[in-house]
């Protein structure tokens, strides 16, 4: 699939162009325990509850401009909206006054010293009250959501090539997809990858539990048109109005909406890999099975 980068960066600079997304502004920020980018709990002037990223993240610290993690955060979390009900909890660019930065510290652990909250605009992903995170299903926590729903969140991590992956599971036996720093191109922002032709694979995290529990490809198949339904339109403006602070430029946003375009015309070709895989797999530890088993009389 070919895009025009050039008419991807007109259609951006007229989205930017326009009033900049509202940003909403942090009142209160609590450590959260630890994680790789050091998140906050905050509390913002209307009363609502985020989980906040600032800009001196770890991840993104160690690495300076363009910062990674932010800028992905919000777009892959405005992307998750475009589907219904949305896949992630609502994004948003928190603004986080010096005085409320000044006032907020995580304390030290064994491997890191005290860390600071930076001002100025941080990613926001708002609370969504009684979920439990998870990375894998050791505790056997998916049980309880229907393999529709999971389907979903594998169809949306495949697309926006998810690493590192995390959820949310709700008390109602739903799944939000969270923690989107690492997608796209890893964990620094790739013009090489970007532009590459790379295969869609599909991304079945541990997280989901058995390929089994989805092998059927009708739990596919609405979340699949869904995606190719949204209007290219609405993609690529989830691309705009990116922080200037976080220094992403126009032309790299311009080549990541065309490389998350391109991917969207893969991800039901690396779905069906599922399938294959799955019935091989059933088949050989039927096969195993069969070899231990005695013989009936």
């Avoid at 505790?139 to 991590?157: D, E, K, S, T």
């Avoid at 090539?161 to 008390?171: E, I, K, N």
């Avoid at 191109?185 to 058995?210: E, F, Y």
């Avoid at 609405?234 to 691309?239: D, P, Q």
Wanted: charged share 25%.
């Amino acid at each position: 699939m070919q895009l025009d980068t050039s008419a991807i960066a007109a259609r951006l600079e007229a989205a930017d162009a326009l009033a900049p997304p509202a940003r909403v502004r942090a009142r209160l920020l609590r450590p959260r325990p630890a994680g790789g980018s050091r998140p906050w709990d905050c509390e913002t002037e209307d009363g609502s509850w985020f989980v906040v990223k600032c800009s001196n993240n770890d991840q993104d610290s160690r690495l300076g401009l363009p910062l990674k993690v932010l800028s992905t955060e919000l777009i892959c979390g405005r992307l998750g909206w475009l589907f219904d009900p949305p896949l992630c909890p609502e994004a948003a660019v928190v603004e986080v006054p010096e005085a409320v930065a000044a006032a907020a510290l995580h304390p030290r652990t064994k491997r890191r010293p005290p860390g600071c909250a930076a001002p100025g605009p941080g990613f926001g992903s708002r609370r969504v009250e009684g979920t439990v995170e998870i990375k894998g299903d050791a505790a056997g926590r998916l049980a309880g959501v229907a393999p529709a729903r999971l389907a979903r969140i594998a169809v949306f991590q495949t697309w926006l090539r998810g690493v590192d992956v995390s959820a949310l599971v709700t008390p109602d036996g739903g799944i939000l997809s969270i923690d989107h720093g690492y997608y796209m191109t890893n964990h620094r922002w790739d013009p090489a990858r970007l532009a590459a032709p790379l295969p869609v694979k599909l991304k079945l995290p541990s997280q989901l539990g058995s390929p089994e529990r989805l092998a059927d490809p009708a739990l596919f198949a609405p979340v699949l048109e869904e995606l190719h339904a949204i209007p290219e339109a609405h993609i690529v403006e989830a691309f705009a109005g990116i922080p200037p602070e976080w220094g992403l430029s126009l032309e790299l946003r311009a080549q990541a909406a065309a490389y998350v375009l391109r991917r969207r015309e893969g991800v039901a070709g690396a779905v069906a890999t599922l399938w294959r895989r799955s019935f091989r797999s059933e088949a050989r530890a039927q096969a195993s099975a069969g070899e231990g088993r005695p013989a009936q009389a």
